[in-house]
Structure formats: structure tokens, C-alpha cells
């Protein structure tokens, strides 16, 4: 099968070996792997602020950019989700709205990928600690995936899955809210990061990478001892 990969600008800018094994995994499952250099934002980061023309300027970029049939495969449920749920509702042009819609019907996340379109469950990856879940706003709310990372992870030797209290509860950053909320935001952060040790995991992972940068931060501004890890870079170690 052949896909498209869509890589966030957070992944791209900060995380860029979720990227590089975004890529491993989709090969290791037999998919042939189309990159446009010329992608961009798109346009999640307007949107949440209001700013609806240049939203729709980056998102009629993106309908060039991602032309055709291919599937589209993204390593997030953000920008993965807001896609999927808002991209039509931004045209009133039919033509325009119709490619909205195509897109949005051809964009996953891997796990959602994997689970779902490929039925693999297992990718031969090992990977030895005690891991909890973070399920992410986005990933959960947005896009509406919710056992796929699970499903995948149960399948990693040697991972031991811990949850944790409250896992679908916000790690307080939100984009924007990060920013124009910063006391609140570093409370969530706060509790979701005791939560997680709390749970007796040595790893916190999830789907999205904004939320682990989020957590990365806190724990390391506090000396925690646990290790957030995108679930990409978990299942590539085969």
C-alpha cells in the first residue's frame, strides 16, 4: 500500500525521530512511503485562536499538498483530528469543501492505521519497562480513538502496561491554553505527572507529542524520575 506521510510541525521542529520511525514502522508493515517536502502547518494553531482566513489559507495548502487518494498517516491525533472534524466546515465552496471531505476521509493516525486499516496488532517490538497511558484530549475527544494504543502496546514483549488514576484527564496543555492559562496548565501538569507515578510506571507514553513535551517539561524542571516516550518510539524497537 502506498501512503502519505503528514508530519506536524511540533514532530518536525522538536520530536524528529517520531518522524524517522513513524517512516520505520510503515515500511516494516509492507507500506510504501511518500514524503511532500513542501507541507506545512495546518492550521490547527489559527483555528484555536480565532483567526479563521488564515486558517483557511494553510488548509487550502494543505488540500495542494496532499492531492490524490493516497491515505494520509500522521504520528498525532491533534492535528490527525482537527483535520478529520474540521477541515469541511471551513469552505462553503462546494469544490473546496468536497476536497476537504476526501481529505479528511483519507487521514489516520498510525494507531487508528494499524489497528484498523492494516489489521496489525503486533509489530515484533520489544520493549521492557512498566509504561502508563496518557489518552490525550485530542486523540481521544477530537479524533475518537480509544483502545487502538492499548491494543498495540499489549503486544510489545516484555512491556507491562500500569494504569494510571485519571488518564483521560488533560495534561493542561492545549495549545494555546499553556500560554494564556500558565498557573491552571502547571496544575494539570502537575497532577497528571503524579498520577503517573503514582502508578509505579517507569515510562509515560500516548499519542500525542504536544502533550509529552508538555510532560517532558514539567519532569524535568522537577527532577522526576519517570520517562515520558511517544508510543512510535516504543513500537519501532524491532
Do not use: W
Not at 483535520?83 to 469541511?88: E, N, P
Not at 476526501?102 to 489497528?115: A, Q
Amino acid at each position: 500500500m502506498e501512503v502519505d506521510l503528514f508530519i506536524p510541525c511540533f514532530v518536525d521542529q522538536v520530536q524528529p525521530e517520531v518522524g524517522q520511525n513513524l517512516v520505520k514502522i510503515l515500511k516494516h508493515v509492507g507500506c510504501e512511503v511518500h514524503y511532500n517536502p513542501q507541507q506545512t502547518c495546518c492550521g490547527q494553531p489559527q483555528f484555536n485562536s480565532g483567526y479563521k482566513k488564515e486558517t483557511q489559507e494553510l488548509a487550502r495548502k494543505f488540500l495542494k499538498d496532499f492531492e490524490g487518494d493516497r491515505m494520509i498517516v500522521s504520528p498525532g491525533g491533534s492535528c490527525t483530528g482537527f483535520i478529520k472534524r474540521r477541515y469541511a466546515s471551513l469552505f462553503d465552496n462546494a469544490d473546496e469543501k468536497k476536497a476537504a471531505e476526501n481529505l479528511s476521509n483519507r487521514m489516520f493516525d498510525i494507531c487508528d492505521f494499524l489497528v484498523n486499516v492494516l489489521k496489525v496488532t503486533d509489530l515484533g517490538a520489544t520493549f521492557n519497562g512498566k509504561v502508563t497511558v496518557h489518552d490525550s484530549c485530542s486523540a481521544l475527544r477530537e479524533y475518537g480513538m480509544v483502545s487502538e494504543p492499548r491494543t498495540l502496546l499489549q503486544n510489545v514483549k516484555g512491556l507491562e502496561i500500569v494504569e494510571m488514576e485519571e488518564s483521560t484527564t488533560c495534561c493542561g496543555f492545549g495549545g494555546t491554553f499553556s500560554i494564556k492559562q500558565k498557573d491552571i496548565s502547571s496544575a494539570m501538569v502537575e497532577q497528571k505527572v503524579r498520577f503517573a507515578v503514582e502508578s509505579g510506571a517507569e515510562y509515560i507514553t500516548g499519542t500525542e507529542g504536544s502533550c509529552l513535551m508538555n510532560i517532558n517539561a514539567y519532569v524535568e524542571r522537577n527532577n522526576i524520575n519517570i520517562k515520558p516516550i511517544h508510543i512510535v518510539n516504543i513500537l519501532a524497537n524491532f
